[in-house]
């Protein structure tokens, strides 16, 4: 397109000639060039500074409640499972799915359906790579009222590690990679078709299929990490189909006509069967192994899996500086090492009153000297050995016989 103007100027009156091909087109300019400023411009105006000033902050207070109401389901539905286990119905890892009767169990449910609905906005809200890592809350939380409520034992070392855990969380916000622009669903669909992303989903699937049925049958029962990998891989899934929808709601309530892409019923379909999926698997994992490790090696592994996922759905790596690129590694990383805290010292009973110099040793009381006898005093002699022979009243006699 080439663009002609019969004068230098754009004021009012002035001629523009607009050549597109072989057409031509002549416009006269009847108004100022400045834009004018709507009617409405005060209701979207606030809703704009809203949305970029206190959108985050939205975000990271729905994902401290969601931390909260999910580290407290987990301690319910344990005690559901063993209220199943002391009637003696058939365990969950069984096979069996008696917790379904089960008031308590369905408490905890609910309470971690509040959670997700919670987690769900502060994806809508925030970046995922913020989002996810608060999770480490959700921990300290089911492994403080696991100690009260269901007697499991947590040491010293176990409560630093809880600490370590949201320090490395700390980290990991501060330094958390600017989430690539998807504001449509058309945008979503073009980066889950992208192939890198593909590849990685296929990956993930088969790696799945496979501990699900080859791997967990024989060895999920005695290894901690099967039921948890399982679980952490399809929650890649889950999180990229919980940003999808909340994307797609936020375009339905702008007036975008996205009920007609197909996007949004797939995120729904695959959003149904990842949950189902982690739900039994979770449960299975509980049922065994204690919450206090269940659920932070859940979240390490889910935080992996869901980061990776994230940098290759959306890029978002692309723009880091190295300094944000080390500051998220190492917060990472100090997640991890508060994790095998709490793993590998679990059974060593340490408390603060076992640390060294706690308490001040007592001093030894002085060793009384032996008392001198002198051989002169022959009375305190006889004494002494008449002492010494007398039998005590607890002594019995000793009888020797003495055959010929």
């Given amino acids: 397109m080439e663009l002609r103007a019969s004068n230098a100027s754009c004021q009012n009156g002035s001629l523009i000639s607009l050549y597109c091909s072989s057409h031509e087109v002549l416009c006269q300019i009847v108004g100022d060039l400045s834009p004018q400023v709507p009617s409405n411009v005060t209701s979207h105006g606030w809703k704009e500074r809203f949305r970029q000033n206190y959108s985050f902050y939205v975000g990271l207070g729905l994902a401290f409640l969601s931390s909260l109401l999910i580290g407290s389901s987990v301690i319910l539905k344990k005690k559901g499972l063993q209220r199943l286990v002391a009637s003696g119905a058939t365990r969950a890892v069984d096979g069996g799915y008696g917790y379904l009767k089960d008031a308590m169990w369905w408490a905890g449910f609910l309470t971690m359906a509040a959670g997700e609905v919670a987690n769900f906005g502060a994806y809508a809200f925030a970046p995922a790579t913020v989002v996810t890592p608060l999770g480490a809350l959700s921990v300290l939380i089911s492994a403080i009222l696991s100690s009260y409520f269901l007697g499991e034992s947590l040491n010293l070392l176990g409560k630093l590690g809880c600490v370590i855990c949201v320090a490395g969380s700390t980290v990991m916000v501060i330094h958390a990679p600017e989430e690539e622009k998807v504001a449509t669903v058309v945008e979503m669909a073009a980066k889950m078709k992208d192939t890198g992303y593909i590849v990685f989903a296929v990956l993930l699937l088969v790696v799945c299929l496979i501990l699900i ?21 399809i929650g890649a899934f889950s999180v990229s189909a919980v940003k999808g929808l909340g994307i797609t709601i936020k375009n339905f309530f702008q007036g975008m006509p996205v009920v007609r892409h197909p996007l949004p019923y797939i995120l729904s379909l695959i959003l149904a069967l990842s ?35 994230s940098v290759i759905l959306f890029k978002e790596w692309y723009s880091m500086s190295a300094v944000d690129i080390v500051g998220t590694l190492a917060g990472f990383v100090t997640i991890i090492l508060g994790v095998f805290m709490l793993h590998a010292f679990k059974d060593l009973d340490i408390s603060q009153t076992s640390l060294p110099h706690m308490h001040k040793t007592p001093t030894p009381s002085p060793t009384p000297e032996p008392t001198a006898i002198r051989l002169e005093d022959k009375n305190v002699l006889v004494d002494n050995i008449e002492l010494s022979s007398t039998p005590s009243p607890e002594e019995k006699p000793k009888v020797f016989i003495i055959h010929s």
């Fill in 213 to 233: 049925f080859v791997v967990a049958p024989r060895y999920g029962q005695r290894n901690i990490l099967i039921y948890i990998l399982i679980c952490s891989m």
């Fill in 275 to 309: 949950l189902s999926t982690q739900v039994n698997f979770l449960n299975r994992a509980l049922d065994i192994f204690n919450t206090s490790l269940v659920f932070p090696i859940y979240y390490v592994f889910f935080t992996t899996v869901v980061v990776t996922s």
